[in-house]
């Protein structure tokens, strides 16, 4: 059973800083990109950031400049810091592994972790 434990979400006044991280474990494919999207109340899942295998990443044009996202290939996990946090950053973030079997792709999500921030 794959596993992505997520960690580092909670509370912060605007202007704090978080920093989540994201643990896969059990995937027998080669991981790919790695990467983290965000779902608000009553808005569609967006992405926020991903990073591939060789460490090009893409930013929503909300988080760049602000969240960076890296990622440890040897442990299989992928970060992401959050600094200058906004309310309109207040969401679930799930974070998100694409791996290759050499025949097709797996798509795997954490169970998500919630960011409240406070103005």
């Known amino acids: 059973q794959v596993q992505l434990v997520e960690s580092g979400g909670g509370s912060v006044q605007a202007g704090g800083s978080l920093r989540l991280s994201c643990a896969a474990s059990r995937i027998q494919f080669s991981i790919q990109t790695m990467g983290w999207y965000r779902q608000a109340p009553g808005k569609q899942r967006e992405l926020v950031a991903t990073i591939d295998t060789g460490g090009t990443t893409n930013y929503a044009d909300s988080a760049k400049g602000r969240f960076t996202i890296s990622r440890d290939n040897a442990k299989n996990t992928v970060y992401l810091q959050m600094n200058s946090l906004k309310p309109e950053d207040t969401a679930v973030y799930y974070c998100?592994?694409?791996?290759?079997?050499?025949?097709?792709?797996?798509?795997?999500w954490g169970q998500g972790t919630q960011v409240t921030v406070s103005s």
């Open positions: 998100y592994v694409h791996a290759w079997s050499g025949i097709r792709v797996y798509d795997y």
